[in-house]
Every structure is written in structure tokens, then in C-alpha cells.
């Protein structure tokens, strides 16, 4: 299995533009997070879904960030206008949603830089 | 409110040298501690679930303990490929059913 798949793995734009980070969680897995890391608030989550549906989006920080998910094999964490603020590593998560699993499986993360 | 606080914040120690990082949190209503391994520049990695007061968990040179208040994460012997950054994250029982709580890690250093 190739894993949870982000892209792009870094991206570098100017404030005030359209940025769209892209998931494919692991085949079969129907919870999908997306995480934000950085060096002041450490790892925070979010969203989550759960059969493709928005479940929690209470950790989305503003009406800038939006987060898709058409299918089970694909989601998308939209910043629109972004803000150097925005500069983070964003991670996608998947695992299998049973109870009590929370083995997280994570992407190896998307480095945006806003300038 | 609830907190998870790791420390120390970086710990170096020589190769064989064993040594325990600590978890301590501060929730209400506590359905599960997470221990994850990341390394530079990729995701973090699931290492253990603990469930309850007095349970351990070992795969290698880790063994993570928990008690009501804090987790252990006892290292053995490290070698230099167990340098990481090490994450523990805690689910509490109250707001969203999925929600994990990460703390701030500890950046671990093991030198040959």
C-alpha cells in the first residue's frame, strides 16, 4: 500500500492567492482528518470526515479555509485568499473508522509557505 | 481546559543510555493516550494506544506506560535510529467523538 498521499509536498505563493492541498487517504480507510503543524501551536486538527461527510470543523480557523471530500479516495483543503499566518506543514490523516481505532495513518504533509 | 503537556521539550543521550520522556494531562473524561514517532520532514507514526491506569504497552526499545495523570515512554538502550520527535495525544469522552488533543512533543537526540 503506498500510503496516505498529499500533494503538492511543498508550496511556496504570495498572500492573497488560492491555495488548494490535495489528500488520498489509504484505500478502504473512511475517516479522513486534516491537520495543521507548526512550531507555536504544534499539530491541531482541523476537520475530520467520516463516510465523506464533514463531521467536525471546528478547528478550521476561518471562512478562508474550506475542505472537500467527492469521494472516498480524495479530498481537498482549500485557503482562499491565503496569509503569510497560513505558513504550516498540513498533514492528511485516514483510518479505518471503528470504534475505539485511532490508529491514525498519516501523509508525509504539505510545507506551504505564504509570503 | 484541557491540556497535554511533554517534557522534557529535547533530550540528548548517548547511545545505550536509557531514559523516559513524560505525558502529563489535564482532560476530563480521558478514552485513550496515543504515542506517535515523527520524524523529519514526514507525518507522524502510530506506536501505542493505552486505555486505562496501570496498562503497558512495548514494541522494541519503547515501553509506554500510563497512570491517571501522565504516560511514560520509557526507551532502553536507544540507538541512534530512535532519535525522533516523539508525540503523545489524548481523546476525551466529551465535544467530538474523534477529536485527539496532540501535545508539543519531545525532540529526542540519540548520539553514537
Known amino acids: 500500500d503506498a500510503g496516505v498521499i498529499q500533494s503538492p509536498r511543498h508550496e511556496v505563493t504570495e498572500m492573497g492567492q488560492e491555495v488548494t492541498l490535495r489528500c488520498k487517504p489509504i484505500s478502504g480507510h473512511n475517516s479522513l482528518f486534516w491537520y495543521r503543524q507548526t512550531m507555536m501551536r504544534g499539530l491541531e486538527l482541523l476537520i475530520y470526515?467520516?463516510?465523506?461527510?464533514?463531521?467536525?470543523d471546528s478547528g478550521m480557523p476561518e471562512d478562508r479555509f474550506s475542505a472537500k471530500m467527492p469521494n472516498a479516495s480524495f479530498s481537498t483543503l482549500k485557503i482562499q485568499p491565503s496569509e503569510p499566518r497560513d505558513s504550516a506543514v498540513y498533514f492528511c490523516?485516514?483510518?479505518?473508522?471503528?470504534?475505539?481505532?485511532?490508529?491514525?495513518?498519516f501523509g508525509s504533509g504539505t510545507q506551504l509557505s505564504v509570503l | 481546559e484541557d491540556q497535554v503537556t511533554q517534557s522534557p521539550e529535547a533530550l540528548r543521550l548517548q547511545e545505550g543510555e536509557s531514559s523516559s520522556l513524560n505525558c502529563s494531562y489535564t482532560v476530563s473524561g480521558l478514552r485513550g493516550l496515543f504515542w506517535y514517532r515523527q520524524d523529519p520532514g514526514k507525518g507522524p507514526e502510530f506506536l501505542f494506544t493505552l486505555y486505562s491506569a496501570g496498562e503497558e504497552k512495548e514494541k522494541e526499545r519503547l515501553k509506554a506506560t500510563l497512570t491517571k495523570k501522565e504516560s511514560f515512554l520509557h526507551i532502553t538502550a536507544p540507538k541512534p535510529e530512535d532519535s525522533a520527535t516523539y508525540l503523545c495525544a489524548v481523546r476525551i469522552s466529551s465535544g467530538s467523538a474523534r477529536q485527539l488533543t496532540f501535545g508539543s512533543g519531545t525532540q529526542l537526540t540519540v548520539l553514537p
Open positions: 470526515f467520516n463516510n465523506n461527510v464533514p463531521i467536525d
Open positions: 490523516a485516514s483510518r479505518i473508522g471503528t470504534a475505539n481505532n485511532e490508529k491514525l495513518f
